[in-house]
């Protein structure tokens, strides 16, 4: 008994760390600007609908479902949007010139069959919802009865594990798809994250499967403590979600997508794949033309100057290089170890000394000196300058005198 206590006190403990832990993740999403739109997409709706997930079940854990009853079947659309996310999170990572087509909106046929199917729930009012959070409250076992308006959610339990088992494989399938044919080496960094990203993936559907498997009462009827049997997948799927939201966290390079950087294949006339070796040359290979582009990029903002524009940004490089800009973004941090505003700030304060060793520049103001740099504003150029020197502008020329 004791032991039953502790586990179902840790698995509300667990999943509300993993609530707290994806929540954070999509607002780093959201907060990213220069990530790929699409893959911040598809990750963030993911991420959404399985806090939604962990969130019910903490409150029927816990029984305070009663509290709030709508919980229990209002969001239920979310779910079926979480499975087609997963897929198209891989493909756009592997495959950015994907063209989305009318036949795509085929995936969302499970979520508006979803908002159908609880059309009798959403206008059943507060008086119907509290009705059946204190039967599923009391006895979870009954959440496979609820009627909904087109089948019993029991029903609904299996569609759910079909769609998560069919998506996964088939995000499995062309992960490896892609790498088997050898079309683009990408960065090893991001390669590795699709296959963790998978790896977790897969854990958690097989942990959803078990606990919907428990829900549409195939297992329950046979099983002495069932809840036990409920409640340890539902402790997997929390830890599954709390290792993808940490590694979002830790790395937000991950929502820019892989960098397209063709190169020439060691056969081209070769259907074989080619061994492991010649795959790592590869990899490293295009790691270095990546290196060899920000240096590139870099360089030809400086020699034209572009950065005295102070309306200079990542969208007019990105349209000067023919580049996306999360690509430019992403190449820049990964092997710069700088974001694209930092880099033009150094610039900018480079270029501002240079006018300040100038004796001819005398004439000019400071806040002359900031406008010439690159900087719209006084007080702008000021809070860069000392963070990138340590002293204010007027410290420096003083500095300079001086000397």
């Known amino acids: ?27 780093t999403i959201l907060m990213e600007k220069n990530g790929n739109p699409k893959l911040k997409g598809f990750m963030f709706a993911m ?58 909106l085929l995936h969302l046929i499970p979520a508006v069959y979803a908002i159908i199917d609880n059309f009798d729930y959403y206008s059943g009012g507060p008086q119907h919802w509290q009705y059946w959070a204190r039967v599923i409250s009391d006895d979870y076992s009954k959440i496979a009865n ?33 790498i088997q044919l050898n079309r683009e080496i990408k960065s090893q960094f991001v390669l590795k994250w699709l296959k963790l990203f998978l790896i977790v993936i897969s854990i958690f559907v097989v942990s959803v499967s078990f606990s919907s498997v428990y829900n549409a009462v195939f297992i329950s009827s046979f099983i002495d403590n069932s809840n036990l049997f409920l409640k340890i997948p539902i402790f997997v799927t929390g830890l599954a979600i709390i290792t993808l939201a940490t590694y979002i966290l830790l790395n937000p390079l991950l929502l820019y997508g892989l960098p397209k950087i063709n190169y020439k294949t060691i056969a081209d006339n070769k259907k074989s794949l080619p061994n492991f070796k010649s795959l790592k040359n590869d990899i ?69 000394i240079e006018l300040l060793k100038d004796n001819s520049n005398k004439k000019y103001t400071m806040e002359a000196i900031g406008n010439i740099s690159g ?29």
């Open 284 to 352: 490293d290979e295009v790691d270095n033309k990546e290196y060899i582009l920000a240096q590139t990029i870099i360089s030809e903002i400086k020699e034209r100057k572009l950065y005295l524009n102070p309306d200079f940004s990542i969208a007019l490089a990105s349209e000067h290089f023919s580049i996306p800009s999360h690509h430019i973004s992403f190449i820049l941090n990964n092997h710069i170890n700088k974001s694209f505003p930092d880099i033009i700030c150094e610039m900018r304060i480079d270029h501002s």
């Open 146 to 178: 609820y009627p909904g308006t087109l089948m019993k959610a029991k029903y609904n339990f299996i569609l759910r594990i079909l769609l998560y088992v069919s998506y996964t494989l088939f995000a499995w399938r062309y992960y490896i798809k892609n």
């Open 47 to 104: 991420l959404w609908g399985i806090i939604h997930y962990h969130i019910i079940h903490v409150f029927v854990f816990t029984g305070l479902i009663d509290k709030v009853p709508f919980l229990l079947r209002g969001f239920a659309p979310f779910y079926y949007i979480v499975q087609p996310a997963i897929y198209f999170y891989v493909v756009i990572n592997l495959d950015e010139n994907y063209n989305f087509s009318k036949i795509d």
């Open 1 to 27: 008994m004791f032991c039953y206590i502790k586990l179902s006190v840790s698995v509300v403990a667990l999943l509300i760390a993993a609530v707290f832990t994806t929540f954070f993740a999509c607002g």
């Open 375 to 403: 900087f719209n504003s006084r007080t702008t150029y000021y809070v860069s300058f000392k963070k990138i020197t340590g002293i204010s502008p007027n410290v420096y020329l003083q500095n300079l005198k001086l000397s």
